[in-house]
């Protein structure tokens, strides 16, 4: 990758030294701050950063020499300038630098810097109150000879100004927050009515992020250019222009590609010159001094170019006029407040003058990555990254703070990373970056990846002709999936799962395996390929893309669109198509689609995909999916024939009593009297209600112990000294069973007495609560065939039970006697000591699982076997909390309150719930209980990301009436949460 500068000859910026500027601190988070310690570094300065509790694993807290946690909520930690100027103090700070964002361009933080005898790495703050407010700038601008876009003199006071303003100056209008940045506080209106809509919603937003109410109207040109200039200025009256970069293309007045130079600068190109000179001239009229950006509104019709506003800091797209010009901003902000340290108020302009800033060497072209579904008006995404993978290739430049297993927060702008590739044409430049993006992969939360390659193989794209409306009308297409609900519990996996990984983690995988591969097998996949495992009740997808999918397993009500669809048939899928799959209609509990191609945006955690929800690793974010998750699949599908169906001769049964072999061992023995064994195999077993993944427990009759206690391994006959367990395995909790499923534990101290034949254990992945079990015995011989023969009718082979023990050593001299059990370590009786206890202590009660630096993706636990574990004495004393019964709280239980429970029971039939789709900060509550809902009703307003999102009422809500409301202004919510509860409909989530 190329790095700021590389094979450029020196100017006097870059011989010179450093003076008085030895210690930093980084006043941000994310890809700047990495970025901005990366040039430190270099300089050779001692950094210091603060982050957040949400970023304690963030790559710049690893990055720097000193990191300090802020205290306070996560959303506002990184505005706290008296926290922040605190900790520079303790830490002998000379200088602090804010990057973009956050307090970069606060005028009162630098001011309190400066008050404080530390040096703010930027401008000064009579600067950046000049330009603080988007209608003084304007001012500004004019003196300065820079044209400026047409609009209302100063500030607006009313909605009737506001209206007037707009009919005299013509249609389309953008009204504007004076003291707004980063996209946000804009709002383009077309109409009158459309002004009066947006008036009040632009002066809250800027009230509520900006804590300044005012905002300005202009024209609104939507076949425009947005270009900008870099500048740098000395503070002592000398300024440079560095060359322009163009950012168009944006969504929600964001950019998500930026270009330097400009390819609608590079047909005129005088225009760049009139670009820069306005730029210098505005800068130099108020001694600006460090890193800033004039950014440009460019008529594409007539090339006339207006001001909109000067960023007084480091742009997020700076990296690429650092490619095309061979300059380091960040070290030249760094050395003017180094010169300012040494009481020189700045660089001198004759080493100014040393920078390079005539054209531009190649092209080079920026692409940020988010966290944002695109088919979802860009909603924001945090979650999970469960794999990052970029493609580096020479002139590439890639400006991350993300890794695998790096948690993204809902407090925080959602910008994972910035893209940047440099090449000596604007051709090279863009087959350059298709490549990167092409060879890179982020799993986990969606992310506009794939949604800006297709910008850049635009036509509009390649021939440079995007304007600020571009993306307005872009189709792009994407394949993927779009979880409308996600079912009672609906998670992504794949056969066999991870069968031999071991170390406590489930084998995970489909419960039912057979009908799993046959669904693969319907859609031409390898029976491997990951599907959806439903249980109960399934999920509505909304498909973006064609697909091929089947549907097998218990019987389960499924449509597409309005149209039932058949079970165990090959069925095509057209994109715009939505399937529906209800609940199970009759016995069995679990069904499986199956799409061709599998799922391209979910990671393999140790070799396989398959989610292991109590661990929380693998799948989509390692949990069940949820109303919003996207899951992108494959672009081009094969031609198919028709429909293909399984003979219904060939499709499993499930039955209500199922019947079940299984084979004595590994501790039956020895340890459960001949008497209780037998039972085992004549007693008609009941499911309970606790059946699941992790293991489905049994109601039947308690067997008798063929031995008072667990010796060594604990009190009661089960307990047993740790050994490994098999799937399949009939546990004894004490003296209740639980047959283990796919995602028991690997490892325990109850005796397993019987284990299921592994061609039986699709039944148990059908098997529900009220089902009963009946167990039958089988030999080595017959499991053998049943296994290899699960594609044949289910047949129920005569055999014997056989024994657990495989082989005994009598007892001889000093020599114990020694049993060997299928599936189990050797016990030994005698004089021997063991040492228990210390695993299951550090397992039961430390989390040991992780992906922060200190572990690998190789080795996400932190012990080795073998490893040596010491505990330490502590202090800390155990304070419990005395509690009384209260004589309310006795009297309400007296007098039968939990009678109440009844009639909650019964009308919560009637209760539709509201799902959140995606983690956020609740900002306001629109309703309270008891109202009745309106359609198009404001029910919540929701802030993730800096977005706001809007929850309306539609249909069928509307009439409902407002139960419960579960939240408050401020809460903190998290996908699959319930914050809203109604008498009827659900209250779908739209961005705003």
């Not at 993927?480 to 031999?500: C, E, F, H, K, M």
């Not at 008497?675 to 009759?701: F, K, Q």
């Not at 008798?704 to 740790?722: F, M």
């Not at 799937?727 to 019987?754: M, R």
Request: aromatic content about 8%.
């Amino acid at each position: 990758p190329i790095h700021h500068g590389d094979n450029l000859p020196p100017g006097l910026w870059r011989l010179s030294k450093m003076l008085s500027l030895k210690t930093l601190l980084v006043a941000n988070r994310g890809e700047i701050a990495v970025r901005i310690l990366k040039t430190a570094k270099k300089l050779k300065l001692r950094t210091v950063v603060i982050y957040s509790e949400p970023d304690c694993a963030s790559t710049h807290v690893h990055l720097a020499d000193e990191a300090v946690l802020l205290s306070g909520p996560p959303p506002q930690v990184y505005v706290d300038g008296d926290q922040i100027i605190e900790i520079a103090k303790k830490n002998n700070v000379d200088a602090i630098i804010p990057g973009y964002g956050f307090l970069s361009e606060n005028a009162d933080f630098a001011r309190a810097v400066t008050h404080a005898g530390l040096v703010f790495v930027g401008p000064s703050p009579e600067s950046i109150e000049a330009f603080g407010l988007k209608h003084t700038a304007r001012e500004l601008a004019t003196r300065a000879g820079v044209p400026i876009v047409p609009g209302s003199k100063g500030l607006v006071a009313s909605e009737i100004e506001a209206v007037e303003v707009a009919k005299s100056l013509g249609f389309p209008v953008m009204l504007k927050a004076t003291a707004g940045g980063g996209g946000m506080g804009l709002s383009t209106c077309n109409t009158e009515e459309e002004v009066r809509k947006s008036f009040q919603t632009v002066k809250s937003r800027g009230k509520a992020l900006f804590k300044n109410a005012g905002l300005f109207i202009e024209c609104y040109y939507p076949s425009s250019h947005h270009i900008e200039v870099q500048v740098f200025g000395n503070g002592r009256g000398k300024a440079i222009s560095i060359g322009e970069r163009e950012c168009s293309i944006q969504r929600r007045h964001q950019k998500l590609i930026e270009e330097c130079p400009s390819p609608f600068v590079m047909r005129n190109l005088e225009l760049r010159r009139d670009l820069c000179d306005a730029a210098v001239r505005l800068a130099e009229s108020i001694k600006y001094g460090s890193a800033g950006t004039i950014e440009y509104l460019v008529d594409d019709d007539t090339g006339s170019f207006f001001f909109l506003e000067m960023n007084t800091r480091l742009q997020v797209e700076h990296g690429i006029t650092e490619l095309c010009y061979g300059i380091d901003l960040v070290e030249l902000m760094l050395k003017q407040a180094d010169a300012e340290l040494s009481g020189k108020k700045g660089l001198s302009a004759e080493l100014l003058s040393s920078i390079p800033v005539g054209a531009p060497s190649g092209v080079a072209i920026e692409a940020r990555i988010y966290a944002e579904n695109p088919v979802k008006d860009f909603a924001p995404c945090p979650g999970t990254l469960q794999h990052v993978e970029w493609k580096e290739i020479p002139g590439s430049r890639i400006d991350t703070w993300i890794y695998r297993g790096i948690q993204v927060s809902a407090n925080y702008d959602p910008l994972l990373a910035k893209v940047m590739y440099h090449a000596p044409t604007r051709q090279e430049a863009i087959k350059g970056m298709t490549d990167i993006l092409a060879g890179s992969q982020i799993c986990g939360p969606p992310t506009n990846l794939e949604f800006l390659s297709k910008i850049l193989a635009d036509k509009s794209f390649t021939a440079g002709n995007t304007l600020t409306k571009f993306l307005d009308t872009f189709e792009h297409n994407l394949s993927a999936i779009d979880v409308v609900s996600g079912g009672a519990y609906t998670l992504v996996q794949d056969w066999p799962g991870r069968p031999t990984l071991g170390r406590g983690f489930c084998h995970s995988g489909p419960m039912d395996s057979f009908a799993f591969r046959i669904a693969n097998a319907l859609v031409g996949n390898p029976l491997g390929v990951e599907g959806l495992d439903v249980t109960l009740s399934g999920p509505e997808l909304r498909f973006l893309g064609s697909a091929i999918i089947s549907l097998c397993g218990a019987p389960i009500d499924a449509k597409l669109d309005d149209t039932p669809i058949p079970m165990w048939t090959r069925i095509k899928v057209s994109a715009g198509q939505r399937l529906k799959i209800g609940k199970t209609t009759g016995n069995g509990c679990r069904a499986y689609l199956g799409l061709f191609g599998g799922f391209l945006n979910i990671a393999k955690w140790f070799g396989s995909k398959s989610t292991a929800p109590m661990v929380g690793v693998g799948g989509y974010q390692g949990r069940q999916l949820a109303a919003g998750d996207y899951i992108s699949i494959r672009h081009q599908i094969p031609e198919v024939a028709g429909d293909l169906s399984i003979p219904g001769h060939l499709i499993p049964q499930y039955p209500k009593n199922w019947e079940i072999l299984f084979m004595p061992g590994p501790y039956d023995e020895g340890y459960i009297v001949p008497e209780s064994i037998d039972m085992l195999y004549s007693a008609e077993w009941t499911v309970s209600h606790n059946a699941a993944r992790g293991g489905i427990r049994l109601l039947g009759p308690k067997p008798t112990w063929a031995r008072p206690d667990g010796g060594d391994g604990g009190a009661h006959p089960s307990n047993l000294i740790e050994y490994g367990y098999a799937i399949g395995s009939l546990n004894w909790t004490g003296d209740d069973p639980v047959v283990f499923s796919q995602d028991a534990p690997d490892l325990g101290g109850f005796i397993s007495s019987h284990t299921i034949v592994k061609g039986d254990l699709w039944k148990l992945g059908q098997v529900k609560a009220g089902d009963t079990l009946m167990f039958r015995a089988t030999s080595l011989e017959d499991a053998l065939v049943i296994r290899n023969a699960t594609d044949l009718p289910p047949v129920l082979p005569q055999g014997t039970r056989g024994s657990g023990v495989v082989h005994t050593v009598p007892e001889k001299g000093n020599q114990p006697l020694a049993s060997y059990r299928q599936k189990a370590l050797n016990e030994a009786k005698g004089e021997i000591t063991f040492s228990t206890g210390l695993i299951s202590m550090v397992g039961c009660g430390n989390y040991i699982l992780g992906s922060k630096r200190d572990y690998a993706p190789h080795k996400p636990w932190l012990f080795e076997d073998f490893d040596q574990i010491t505990f330490h004495r502590g202090r800390s004393r155990f304070a419990p909390d005395q509690a009384t019964q209260g004589a309310d709280g006795a009297g309400w239980i007296g007098n039968g309150a939990f009678g109440a429970m009844d009639g909650w029971k019964a009308d919560r039939e009637m209760l539709q719930i509201l799902p959140c789709p995606l983690n956020a900060n609740v900002w306001k509550v629109e309703i309270k209980e008891g109202d009745t809902v309106e359609e198009s009703h404001l029910v919540a307003v929701l802030e993730a990301m800096k977005l706001e999102i809007a929850v309306r009422a539609e249909s069928p809500a509307v009439g409902g009436v407002v139960e419960k409301i579960l939240v408050q202004p401020g809460d903190s919510i998290y996908r699959g949460w319930k914050p809203l509860w109604c008498w009827s409909g659900n209250l779908p989530i739209e961005g705003s």
